[in-house]
């Protein structure tokens, strides 16, 4: 295979069928740019959700309350399930769960207060959490810390801010120590957070403030009310089961017909990360099938010019073999044609395939909040992709090629 | 040099069998210059095809030297083809796309050697059919007569035995058909066994004995011939 005279040898023929050598070329280049190009965005995809679901617990459940459907015990459809601190204490007496965090979102969900310090205000999320929060969501602290016990105990005005949330109210002055005011009332602000997730959910943790569950409750009234509860499963106990086992407690608690299921919404990070990773095999898949088959019919066309390249080359193989060429140096001849061919080509694409997705990279990073992470075909998918194409080179060869070991010197001589 | 036993060749057309080969019995000696002469469809270029080792044949035996040919495998005729016979075509077969020198050099390709060695192994042949200052050129680029000069020169680079020429001036004017047989004289005169397939008398002329085929059969084969009487039999 290293003999550079036989691949000389190749190199002239190929260079004397130019153009037709490019057109073929072309449909293999094609086909494995094709397929780079399709595992690239496959990876920019899946590197993009990852990036929105870095620091979540991956064993994570949301549940919250919404209107019954079906009448129970007495009661009607329609009534709102409103879940409060008695919830806390009866999940809490579940052994499957590791971590709950109770959460009341000042205002109720998707509302913004103003909050202001100094003459400067903006509008942002305020939060009423738990310590445990840390195990849902994980932080980074650009200052100070996260609430403790002690805020939950002594029910401290005192306040977590995100980093957008320091940047409007605060510019360069260091926010630690410094009381902000909302809606009114002051309280002191303890940290800021760094969020570890990318897109639109770090946007949204980065506007976000966290004030300590009990304070809320008592500095606005808010009663005995609980928004809705986050939770990690213990480990070795699946997201199905867990939710199983919430949705029985809190069903029974509130008086909601077992299979009322509307009656309380849910998010399950388990089901919702294994619908992920399923997409994603499809995905890949897909990516594969028709980058794949792209590559086929440019392999295949291969076959088909080297076939009618033998043909039009059926005087040359007979004065060649008349000259001495053996069957086999002549079929070793068109396959390695047709792998110098199929290989150079897909080569050329891999090349295009590796710029084009750093292209796309750089334009990528130069958008932070895009939904496509970086893409990324690694270097053991380049060179399967290489392999491919040297055995599909090989197989598009063995036709033509025994075609050509097929060709008798003398009918090859007598078509003058 | 070689010898047909009552060879046989048929060719299968259909449900019939056309019977090309009739019999023949042939002896050439080592360093004779021999034409075979046949109008067309006498079987003359079946018959060149076996003496080739193109092609197989039916019945009979064909010695080339001490070596019985026949239902040789592919790859042994090629070797075969490759070491003892030198071919000369009235069409020159040459490869279009390589130069003079490469043409030259391409049946040492065959027999496995370097690049260097058979590209300088191949100047001398063309030096010797007088071509070096063409080594470089496509056989597009040269006329008639030097195309079938590089054609001979590749015939004679693998040191063959025999060389076989079919029709070697059926495509070139009367000079150059000339100049032709004056170099596959002057290669005879080295000691190399030349045959010559034609059906041209000038050019069988210029031969030491001639072969007649009609129908399939030889006719005259051990005379001489009509055309050239006063030549012998060679025994160089």
Redesign the interface.
């Given at each position: 295979m290293l003999d550079l005279?036989k691949w000389?040898?190749i190199w002239?023929?190929l260079?004397?069928n130019r153009l037709r050598t490019f057109l073929t070329a072309f449909g293999v280049f094609w086909g494995i740019v094709m397929l780079m190009a399709m595992l690239g965005f496959g990876s920019s995809i899946q590197a993009g959700s990852k990036q929105q679901m870095k620091g979540m617990a991956t064993n994570l459940l949301f549940v919250w309350g919404q209107q019954t459907t079906e009448s129970f015990d007495g009661l009607p459809p329609g009534r709102q399930v409103r879940f409060n601190t008695d919830d806390i204490e009866i999940l809490r007496r579940l052994p499957s769960i590791e971590h709950l965090a109770p959460r009341l979102q000042l205002g109720g969900w998707m509302n913004n207060f103003t909050v202001s310090y100094e003459s400067k205000n903006g509008t942002f999320t305020v939060m009423a959490d738990y310590p445990e929060l840390r195990h849902i969501i994980a932080f980074e602290y650009e200052a100070g810390r996260f609430i403790n016990e002690r805020d939950i105990a002594e029910q401290r005005k005192i306040a977590v801010i995100g980093k957008a949330v320091r940047e409007q109210l605060f510019g360069d002055t260091d926010p630690i120590g410094k009381y902000i005011k909302i809606s009114g009332v002051y309280f002191q602000v303890v940290g800021v957070t760094k969020t570890l997730r990318g897109g639109q959910m770090g946007d949204r943790d980065a506007n976000t403030l966290f004030v300590p569950f009990t304070t809320l409750k008592t500095a606005f009234k808010m009663g005995d009310r609980v928004g809705f509860f986050a939770m990690t499963a213990k480990p070795g106990t699946d997201g199905p089961e867990l939710e199983r086992q919430v949705r029985e407690a809190l069903a029974r608690h509130h008086r909601i017909a077992p299979d009322d299921g509307l009656a309380i919404g849910s998010f399950n990070m388990f089901v919702m990360f294994s619908k992920f990773q399923t997409f994603f095999f499809v995905l890949a898949l897909v990516s594969w099938i028709v980058g794949g088959a792209t590559l086929l019919a440019g392999v295949i066309g291969v076959s088909n010019i080297m076939l009618i390249t033998v043909k039009e080359r059926t005087?040359?193989i007979?004065?060649?073999?008349?000259?001495?060429?053996?069957?086999?140096?002549i079929v070793s001849m068109v396959m390695k044609e047709s792998i110098a061919l199929t290989a150079i080509a897909g080569l050329t694409g891999v090349a295009a395939g590796v710029g084009l997705l750093a292209m796309a990279e750089a334009i990528l990073s130069s958008m932070p909040d895009s939904p496509l992470g970086p893409p990324n075909v690694g270097l053991g998918t380049v060179l399967k992709a290489v392999a491919v194409l040297v055995t599909a080179g090989g197989i598009a060869g063995i036709m033509p090629a025994s075609h050509a070991a097929s060709i008798?010197?003398?009918e090859a001589?007598r078509a003058? | 040099m070689l010898r047909l036993d009552k060879v046989n060749k048929y060719y299968r057309v259909g449900t019939h069998s056309l019977h090309v080969l009739r019999d023949v019995e042939l002896e050439v000696a080592d360093g004779e210059f021999v034409a075979i002469m046949g109008a067309s469809g006498s079987g003359k270029s079946t018959l060149l095809?076996i003496l080739?080792i193109?092609?197989d044949y039916d019945s009979g035996e064909y010695w080339l030297g001490d070596t019985l040919i026949r239902s040789l495998s592919?790859?042994k005729a090629?070797?075969y083809?490759?070491?003892f016979i030198g071919?000369v075509?009235?069409?020159f077969?040459l490869?279009?796309?390589?130069t003079a020198l490469?043409n030259v050099a391409?049946?040492l390709?065959?027999?496995g050697v370097?690049?260097r060695k058979r590209n300088q192994i191949a100047t001398q042949y063309l030096e010797r059919v007088g071509l070096r200052d063409w080594a470089e050129h496509l056989p597009s680029e040269m006329s008639g007569g030097q195309k079938q000069r590089v054609a001979i020169a590749?015939s004679l680079i693998?040191k063959p035995r025999l060389i076989l020429a079919d029709e070697p001036t059926g495509a070139l004017d009367s000079e150059t058909s000339k100049q032709i047989m004056d170099l596959l004289s002057e290669i005879h005169r080295t000691g190399i066994t030349v045959l010559v397939v034609t059906h041209d008398p000038e050019v069988a002329i210029r031969t030491q004995r001639t072969i007649r085929l009609r129908d399939g059969k030889v006719v005259g084969a051990h005379e001489a011939s009509l055309s050239n009487p006063g030549m012998p039999v060679a025994v160089p």
């Open positions: 005279d000389k040898e002239a023929t260079r004397s005087k040359e007979g004065v060649r073999k008349a000259l001495g060429a053996t069957p086999l140096s008798k010197p003398i001589l003058e | 095809n080739g193109l092609d592919e790859a090629a070797n083809r490759n070491r071919f075509f009235q069409s077969n490869l279009p796309f390589k490469e391409l049946p390709y065959y027999q370097t690049r590749r693998g």
